[in-house]
């Protein structure tokens, strides 16, 4: 008894003194709950490189985007590695809400207008209730106006839709990777064209150098083809942000920067030098 | 010998209640504001958890850095990824004393200023940090005021030449805490 005496004072002092030391902080600290935390900034912008990402704007935020592609670089000297030619895509897009992002744009390759939705179903979170992944579904449609005397078509037969889900988890801040489940459908092709459907799986992600420089890939692989002549789309770029802008910068075998054209419409071949040099400004507006 | 046992527990755990426990406030503010030629930039937490301990004159603030929110969403981003890294210090703290605690009296009612001195870190960086905090007492409540300046550089947030005209390299911090008597 006497034993159990001496360890409970023993006992009580070592208690005494545990609070005595005062750890106002580690007190606090135990009381900050582990709350459900959104992951942001899985990728820098709205694009991985050609395609989208699972990122969309912040409620009432609009983005300008100006993309570039110039001509393949096996031109050599003479074309000036394809700066000679450029193609432009400018878009308007606008965040709805957190989770609505909508946009329209104009191609000038073909001449294509196209606008998009996107939704993000999940978002990745830690925390309580943590998800390993986040989520985005996201649709377009495209409208080549290109003059094609040789066709008589309608404005829904010029049309193809895409519909993607968009997979992705950031790892860790340095690493983000995503899957990209897609399939373009087309209302009317070509002769030369054997399916109106083409089903592909897209695979990226990005590797943070510093925290305002990243380096991106992307990888479009195909099931089915739209022709004989079309390869898969690769790319490799650079993200750079500088304050409002995000800058990006890229090299691709992919010309068009229409979802249904860089996916099942790409013919050049990145491994022969058919690489287009291109980039991607985008500017934010905090609109309301 | 039971009965001496059962005395010592009742004493041990009246020993206990004696211990004050510390004022918590779990909804502190602290904003920062960063005044440059080409912008000025401000950002508010409206989830700071806050104690002080009015036995010992002892003071802690705990937040997350993610709490801060900015009117622009793609600087709040930044501001998370590039400039403080909340990934990987999400979180900012102070730990401090009150001066000359012992020649202070906390039950009366009114306001006075005191000196805090503590430790204070950000960004996985600890400074010393010595601030005047304003205390106005009354019967139910304790509300604690202060305001102080912070250099980016000493906290090593680097700050591109790019937005040197953006971003201040001294921001102005205010916090204020309100602590509830039971």
New interface residues.
Partial sequence: MTKHLILLCFLSLAGRSLIAQDDLLAALEAEQSEHKEYVEATFKGTRLINGHSIETRKKGVMDFIIAHRFGTADGGIYELFGLDNASIRIGLEYALTDRFYFGLGRNSFEKTYDGFVKYRLLRQSTGNGSIPISVTWFSSMAIRTLKEPEYDLNIVDRSAYTHQLLIASKVNSVISLQLMPSWVHRNVIRPEDSNNDVFALGMGGRIKLNPRVAICMEYYHQYQSLNDLTKNALAIGFDIETGGHVFQLQFTNATSMVPKGFISETSNDFFDGEIHFGFNISRTFQVN | ?NK??FT??TM?FQ??LL?AQ?L?D?AGKASFYSEAPLEDIEAVNETL?????LD?G?????M?I?GFHF????ME??F????L?S??YP?A?F?GKIKDFSNLDFSKSGSFEVVVEGLIEIHGVKKTLETIVRFERSADRLLANTQFDIAVDDFDV?I?K??IK?IAEVVEVKASFNFKKD
């Fill in positions: 010998m001496l046992f010592l527990i041990l020993a206990q211990i510390p918590i779990r958890l806050g104690a002080i301990d010992k002892t003071l802690a603030v705990s997350s993610k009117d622009n969403s793609l981003e930044h998370n990824e590039n400039y890294e990934d990987k979180k703290q730990s680097d591109p790019l937005v953006n």
